[in-house]
């Protein structure tokens, strides 16, 4: 078997993850801060994602079909060890889904409903997809530790999106919700560094392998670099988002960038503790990897299909650029 191709798609799936993470990862964090701001500032929260939320989701498909079609002896293992998170993931995104269109519709009272539902849907899809991390980073051992681990993780990722979701609204907003946004931005950046911080302690205690390619001096000692980014990117949100606040000059979207490219640290980590397993300390990916013919056939129509999301992502984020309106979505 070509070594080459299991890599290639293992690379594929986690730029589609990734890709998955930041982007909807904004807007679920807009929507689990919604409770915080008033009606008015609640639509220009919804106008500023409506237009990207539902494509967003199409990276976290690709994704999984990846996982499915290039290692099908993991996926089923993964999936029956996710089967309940998983479930729990699905009801909060069909959840948001129906109340986001129910809640342009709805009046008074009924409207607050939609918006409550909306809240919950994204704060329990969000959850949901810390445990999943928790449990696949820990290889689904079972266990009151991994349970309390996996409840740290599902914290932390909602605190990442708050992050995400708070910067999206300083870039896409303007007045007093760019102002609150500011602050939720500062509260955010604490939440990530305690939750980042914990399970970058903790990971190593619950998994033999993370120690160990972490902690193997000197030879790990450049991976160094990765924590210490990190806290530039960290210390550069805070900074960027403190000068938009003052009205001094800064882009407005360089809090959002460097929200980013706090996940894309985290998530280059992540991937150098789990490399080469899919399933952790069980199944590599040259075990887990389908046919070379099937891989073949399917790289070829993953070549086909990228552009056109990639294009279309591109497209609508340049239609729709600029300061959100207050009501896009309106009888």
């Not at 929507?31 to 220009?44: F, I, S, Y």
């Not at 696949?136 to 992050?163: H, R, S």
């Not at 990765?226 to 360089?254: D, E, I, N």
Request: proline share 5%; charged share 10%.
């Amino acid at each position: 078997m070509s070594l080459d191709l299991p890599v290639i798609f293992a690379v594929l799936m986690g730029a589609a993850i990734l890709a998955y993470v930041i982007l909807d990862g904004y807007d679920l964090g807009v929507a689990m801060l919604m409770p915080a701001a008033t009606a008015d500032e609640q639509e220009r929260m919804v106008s500023s994602i409506g237009p990207f939320w539902d494509a967003n989701q199409t990276w976290l498909v690709l994704g999984v079909g990846l996982l499915l079609v290039a290692f099908p002896a993991a996926h089923g293992i993964v999936m029956a060890a996710l089967y309940l998170p998983v479930l729990a993931m699905l009801i909060g995104l069909m959840l948001r889904g129906v109340s986001f269109e129910f809640r342009v519709k709805a009046e008074g009272w009924n409207r607050g409903m939609w918006n409550w539902l909306f809240w919950f849907g994204s704060s329990l899809a969000s959850v949901a997809q810390g445990l999943m991390l928790a449990a696949y980073i820990t290889g689904f051992e079972p266990g009151f530790g991994f349970f309390l681990f996996g409840l740290v993780v599902a914290a932390g990722v909602c605190g990442g999106y708050v992050l995400l979701g708070a910067t999206w609204l300083i870039w896409r907003t303007d007045g007093t919700l760019q102002r609150k946004a500011v602050a939720w931005t500062h509260w955010g950046l604490f939440w990530v560094a305690l939750g980042v911080g914990f399970v970058s302690l903790a990971t190593p205690v619950m998994s033999e392998t993370v120690y160990h390619k972490w902690f193997d001096f000197p030879r790990t000692l450049g991976l160094m670099l990765l924590p210490l980014a990190s806290g530039a990117a960290w210390l550069w949100v805070w900074h960027a988002a403190s000068r938009v606040r003052k009205g001094t000059a800064m882009p407005h979207w360089a809090p959002f960038a460097g929200a980013a490219a706090l996940y894309l640290l985290a998530f280059a980590g992540l991937a150098y503790s789990l490399f080469p397993y899919v399933v952790m300390d069980r199944m590599t990916i040259w075990e887990a990897a389908a046919h070379p013919s099937s891989l073949k056939v399917v790289l070829a129509g993953a070549l086909v299909v990228l552009p056109f999301i990639i294009g279309y992502t591109i497209y609508a984020y340049r239609v729709f650029r600029g300061k959100a309106p207050a009501k896009l979505y309106e009888h």
